[in-house]
């Protein structure tokens, strides 16, 4: 890749997060993710915790709220702004900072924790991204991550996106691989120990429907709207995105207004 590339490549994702209102899917779809990673992670007083393509912070506050020294990095700092709404709501300080998943600006060992909540899979390079999670978290430090699976209810709505949207750059991997348990162990391998991986299932209750479901990521989540805004020309295919994403909602739909959303669970420590 040319310098040029994968610069170009950064601004182009940054402006795809900065689509929409991110912090409106944290706070009203997902609230609870964040707090289950930093539970699940055993984030306490003292720590120096590091979350990766943190967004609004929908764990780095939380885990901020448990008295660690938190950073909150991402590599779209529009989503900021937001967050730090929150966390002042909430009476907590933390620090946050404008950071590429694939090229952190921290020193090797620097954190005691590393986590990321539906964001680090983002990344479109995963080994460069996973190797940086390691690189900065100390021998023994606690790796704690939430990934949407392949087969999940998002998994699911990337692939009915995928006919629609731009090709991916080369070389770049789908974001949902990041929840199947074999690429995560690839990706880490023996760097790390104690590493558990478990599927779990956030429910959701913010839909009433499909249809509700659309339009609220047609609206809000930056990689629809983007998917939305590079066919706007072409109506007949808008409309076959409408009906295929709506009928996903709907056949998610347990019946009662809710839904549940697979995602993957992984905690590990670092080797050495």
């Not at 040029?4 to 706070?27: C, E, F, H, I, N």
């Not at 967004?55 to 448990?66: F, Q, R, W």
């Not at 995105?241 to 998610?252: C, I, P, T």
Request: a negative charge; hydrophobic letters at 45%; proline letters at 7%.
């Amino acid at each position: 890749m040319t310098e040029s590339g994968p610069t170009d490549l950064k601004k182009r994702q940054r402006a795809m997060w900065a689509l929409g209102d991110y912090s409106a899917v944290a706070a009203e779809v997902i609230p609870g993710l964040g707090r289950r990673l930093v539970e699940a992670c055993g984030i306490g007083p003292g720590q120096r915790v590091l979350d990766i393509a943190a967004g609004s912070g929908n764990a780095a506050i939380p885990a901020a709220e448990t008295g660690a020294n938190v950073v909150a990095s991402d590599l779209t700092p529009e989503l900021f702004e937001a967050g730090r709404r929150i966390a002042a709501a909430r009476g907590v300080d933390l620090r946050w900072q404008e950071a590429d998943a694939e090229a952190l600006p921290y020193a090797d060992a620097e954190f005691d924790v590393v986590i990321s909540c539906v964001g680090v899979m983002f990344a479109p390079f995963h080994q460069a991204a996973a190797d940086e999670l390691v690189r900065v978290i100390k021998p023994g430090g606690t790796i704690g991550l939430i990934n949407w699976t392949p087969t999940g209810f998002i998994g699911q709505m990337f692939a009915t996106m995928k006919p629609f949207a731009p090709p991916p750059p080369p070389g770049a991997l789908p974001p949902p691989q990041w929840g199947d348990e074999t690429h995560v162990r690839s990706l880490l391998g023996d760097r790390v120990a104690d590493l558990e991986l478990r599927r779990e299932k956030a429910v959701i209750d913010r839909f009433r429907d499909g249809a509700e479901f659309r339009d609220f990521f047609k609206a809000h989540y930056g990689p629809t709207v983007a998917v939305y805004k590079a066919i706007a020309a072409e109506p007949d295919r808008v409309a076959q995105l409408d009906r295929a994403l709506a009928d996903l909602g709907s056949r998610h739909d347990l019946g009662n207004g809710q839904m549940e959303w697979e995602y993957l669970l992984v905690t590990a420590r670092r080797s050495g």
